[in-house]
T-cell receptor, first 112, second 116 residues
């Protein structure tokens, strides 16, 4: 079992819809969770961080964390074509020298 | 967010030459920086952890004599690809942690290396 798993996609949504991206992780002791956006040919950009159970909202983005079920999700409301990118989930393992463990990413395509 | 700057953005070199990539934290001090490599359509691969004032910690399978890392100050880490070969062509990205207790990373712009 991979430590951080994401559906590779591509996930295709129409403009204006809600895009839902999911991530599961294996280490129950994980404390920090991040969503990064990576455009093709560019480096990752941090868009959300979440540390406690529940929802965290920032503009059109909402991160949801459920430690009991070991999943973290990202919702993008009113999706725009400019949101088309690969979304990477990253988790800090409690016992791994606090290194980030990366998922392989989900490719999102927002269609005009 | 915190700013990490990387230079150069693009580099093309001949096989056998060495290439140096710089990574700077512009508005914070970074005791730890991370170097990643990413091949086309693949995920990020951590190469090494760069610690200010001490030797870098390399991931399994990464040749420390080929990828020299120097972290001489709290704002600068360098990666030197020695005797580069075409298979070293890749996208190299550095990152730094602004809040070390959370693991949150900010990335430089990346350096695309092409070895002819």
């Amino acid at each position: 079992q991979k430590e951080v798993e994401q559906n590779s996609g591509p996930l295709s949504v129409p403009e204006g819809a809600i895009a839902s991206l999911n991530c599961t992780y294996s280490d129950r002791g994980s404390q920090s969770f991040f969503w990064y956006r990576q455009y093709s040919g560019k480096s990752p950009e941090l868009i959300m961080s979440i540390y406690s159970n529940g929802d965290k909202e920032d503009g059109r983005f909402t991160a949801q964390l459920n430690k009991a079920s070991q999943y973290v999700s990202l919702l993008i409301r009113d999706s725009q074509p400019s949101d088309s990118a690969t979304y990477l989930c990253a988790v800090v393992n409690a016992g791994n020298n606090r290194k980030l463990i990366w998922g392989l990413g989900t490719s999102l395509a927002v269609n005009p | 967010g915190a700013v990490v700057s990387q230079h150069p953005s693009w580099v093309i070199c001949k096989s056998g030459t060495s290439v140096k990539i710089e990574c700077r934290s512009l508005d914070f001090q970074a005791t730890t920086m991370f170097w990643y490599r990413q091949f086309p359509k693949q995920s990020l691969m951590l190469m090494a952890t760069s610690n200010e004032g001490s030797k870098a910690t390399y991931e399994q399978g990464v040749e420390k004599d080929k990828f020299l890392i120097n972290h001489a100050s709290l704002t600068l880490s360098t990666l030197t690809v020695t005797s580069a070969h075409p298979e070293d062509s890749s996208f190299y990205i550095c990152s730094a942690s602004f809040r070390t207790n959370t693991g949150e990373l900010f990335f430089g712009e990346g350096s695309r290396l092409t070895v002819l």
